[in-house]
């Protein structure tokens, strides 16, 4: 039995495929509901190209194609154009009704979970809440590299939610933040750029052994004369947090969807950078019952030398899901 | 993410009198994984060989007519889809010259949660059809 973590991808994992017209969305659907996967989380900017205007009819067919295919809608993604207009931000007000605007159609598309970007203010969150009671929708702040579960940031959204006692705020996991080893597709792609072999390995050598961005960035910048590409590699560990795992019990009450981001999976179905076999352990310790929502991010990584196979990375995950939680379950009712 | 795959080059075509063209078109995507608001849409910068045309002389039609790039920056009710070609009009008498040339498309975007501008680049060699 896989328990009650329940599986499912983001359409963002097909954005090669869709940008491409190769792939439309009922065939990414379709290839989720194939492998078990029939948690669709949909990000209507994308997704749907007449958004904001979204008729009855359309959200009848969106669910006619769902339950045809045996999935179901698990989440949301929300943006928020505060540079709508050129010089000067939106109001308050108004980035308040775009939330709700988002609430709404989240609501009629009988979705309770919106991820919501991570640079959105918690005293505009906050004043969305009443509405996202009505609405039973829950707002969940995404924890994306290089913020992480303990960041001040991000513990502003969890006071507010304290403070308020209420269920429909909180946070929403991006799994990148557990980057525990350097993604080797970043290291390819930059080598391919110019970078040295041993400077890439310097870089991947001092993200090991996570000593602060800034040091590593100085010695391959300065005291290394790096090239472009080997100081572009340095700065995206700036991006690259490893937060701790076990943090995962104590926050897992404000989260009921994670991203699963991925930036490739070996051919035996092992992620060699995102710590999955520490994270999920924690996950199913805790009991969580959410989604762990596939987010493939390999594409832009790979796109110039070889062709991109997202359904092939997003299979390959599903099967280390599969595995990590029947393991993580066996040695639960062992002890 | 998607800068290589911005200009369709087979979509190169002149607009205009077929003897007298008085300007050329192609077709391009955003290079973004979500549509976004046109008056989001900065920059539409368009070169020749390297040579950057004026900003004048660029027009944008998602569909619903052509736009200049100021008329842009306040069509608060018109979007670009995601993955979804656009036509880009350039005025330019003459049309396209004879031959291959290099067409570079550079996109300049407001994103909301990013702290710069966001900028996709393209560069292809392209010609007429004959």
Redesign the interface.
Known sequence: MSGQIKRGVSL?SF?EE????RMNVEGVVGFAASIGAAGIEI?P???M?T?PHITDAQIGEWQDMLSHHGAHFTCYDM????????GELLSDEEQVESIKRDLTLCNRLGIRNMRV???VRPDILEKCVPYAEQMDVHMGVEVHAPWHLEHAWILRTVDVADRLGTQHLGILPDMGIFMKNYPPEFRARFERQGARPEVAQFIVDQHQQKIMCEYTIYEVAVKMGGNKAEVAMAETLRHAPYANPKRIKDYAPYFRHIQAKFYGMTEDCVDPAIAYDEVIPELVKCGWEGTLSSEYEG??WI??VEEVDSREQVRRQHVMFENLIAKAQSELEIV | MFDRYLIDAGSLRNTGPADAPTGFAFDAKLGYYRGLGLSMVEKLDIALDGEPLPREAVRFDEGLGPLTLDEMETAYDRRWPFGTAATILVDRPGGFPAGEHELSLLQQLRVSYLPFPAVNTDKKSVSLAA
């Not at chain 1, 869709?18 to 017209?21: D, I, Q, R």
């Not at chain 1, 928020?80 to 207009?85: E, F, G, I, M, V």
């Open positions: 963002y954005q869709m940008f491409l017209g990000l900017e994308q997704n190209p958004f943006f928020l154009d505060t540079k709508l207009r050129k970007l991570i640079f594409n832009r796109q110039d």
